[in-house]
């Protein structure tokens, strides 16, 4: 899905893993490979990739949105660094599967609010920090439903969504700071952020149908161009799963 | 004497803070209110923030616009005591049960997450981007100190150096951040925001070594939890460097045989009377003095005022905790 997105941005990307490899080496003795990175390129880069991609629609890449694309990687191994823990003590390597997550997860946060201000990127520290109590509060709500037996897959949708929104409106903002168009790019990666949600959780799509046929309205409202043309591309793959294609909208048939 | 007593000056603010908990998270869902309500009635001394709003004092602006950010450094304290109860497996904290033992691991992960991110939201609206940067640096080393700390369980061949390293990041670096933040934030003289640095870190080792020793020679009702929890977690303290660096060498091979693997049962009490027979509790007594006396010959620098008095007092009373 993302491999013609990432080639657009391979520098940047190699850029970012190499410096991540470099935090994550000097955060202290432990075994790195035992801790659960995403390990396949939609999980892994499916946050620094948007934000490239939002900032280049918006306007160009550049320094500002290269670090800023930095830290949200951090943030998105962070946040999966802290997406469960086993409850049960006396089945598991306590360092390696509870310890280490957790402080190296802190640690990772900590060091998103740490590059925030080293790079100057001061005024995205309120969202940041937002989105980090937003996802907590939500995967809370998921481990209480999970204990009684009940559906708990939208707490992770709703997760996916925000933390895309918040990655599109922020590569965007970094590029380009405030117009109409960096807010249809909020909102086109909200909807592509639960798109992604359900492609990636296997639920059914009926529910979610008004997202998809959503982000391909907004798709329309953003400039014409090879970036807009990545988004339709990872759309329209995501849609192969449900054998939807892209849908007749209402703007075309008017035309 | 009390804690509370040295923050006479300060006291109605820390009320204030304690109001702005007691308020805080009420419209938050369910579970996190409770969880936080919890946390509130298990205590704590509020040291953070009264060392927030005593540097306050040093500023030029109305320091009661501080309590927001004093709140904010026990939102930080908390979120990490969250976090290290699931690291350390520990039931009880202030003779409570911790979140943890209520609501187990996950619960308490993305608790002290969501803590720390309102933590972040209240010190971001102050636009300080000094005190941000602090923080973030703060945080960064006190999860290093962590990881350090569990890297380095069981490990016997500690010197005194990687301890007090390992304590600085910890205990003191927030401790620190706090004694500087509210004099950053009320605009005080930056030589005054430096020597509140200095003392924050000394008052903040001499702190920890007291809980180290404490650990020793406390029981269960002072400390709030099971003594020897340290020694059962393969954490070694200051007085146990001493006894491995210059215990006799039938104390050292006793040690060395207790601490070698996990410490359970009556291992842990022979390994608290074994330090206790020889002069680590008096070494690390004399370093602590050392430290606060440090402490204190910063306070000497800064203005004539009731919060410096406070400041003397607070060192004073870190020392005497033991007793």
Known sequence: MLELVIGVFMPEISAIEA????????????????????????????????????????????????????????????????????????????????????????LLYSRVCGDICKYDLQQYLQPLASLIGVIHEELVLRDAKVKQNLPHHEHEINIYGVMTESTCFLGAHAAAGNNYLVENIRALGYQMGIIKAVWELNCEIEPYLNNWYKAWELLTKLPIGPERDHFQHILTFLGIKWGLVKPQLLTEINA | MEIRKTFTPVENDLQEVDNYLQNFLQKDHESLHTGFMHLLK???????????????????????????IAAAFELVHMASLVHDDVIDRSDLRRGEPTIRALYGNNFSLHFGDYLLAKALCIVEEYKNPRINSLLAWSSMEMCQGEIQQIATAYDLSQSFKQYFYRIKRKTSLLITLSCQAGALATGADPQIVTTLGRYGHYVGMAFQITDDILDYIADEKTMGKPVGSDLQQGIVTLPAIYVLRYGSDEHKRDLINYLSKPVLGEDVVKAIELVNRTK????????????????????????????TYSLECLAKYVYNRQS
């Open chain 1, 19 to 106: 410096r991540t490899l470099k935090i994550l080496k000097n955060c202290g003795s432990y075994n790195l490979h035992s801790l659960k990175f995403p390990q396949t390129a939609e999980k892994r880069h499916w946050i620094t990739v948007l934000c490239l991609l939002s900032a280049k629609l918006a306007k160009d890449t550049n320094t500002k949105v290269i670090h800023l694309a930095g830290v949200l990687h951090l943030f998105n191994l962070a946040s999966h660094l802290h997406l469960n823990l086993p409850e049960d003590f006396d089945t598991v390597e306590i360092q390696e599967e509870i310890q280490y997550p957790i402080l190296v997860g802190d």
């Open chain 2, 42 to 68: 298990a205590g704590g001394k509020r040291i953070r923030p009264a060392f927030t709003l005593l540097s306050a004092k040093y500023g030029k602006e109305e320091s009661s616009k501080i309590i927001p």
């Open chain 2, 280 to 307: 680590a509790i008096d070494f690390s007594l004399e370093i602590t003095n050392r430290y606060v006396e440090k402490a204190l010959a910063q306070v000497a620098k800064l203005p004539d005022i009731e919060a």
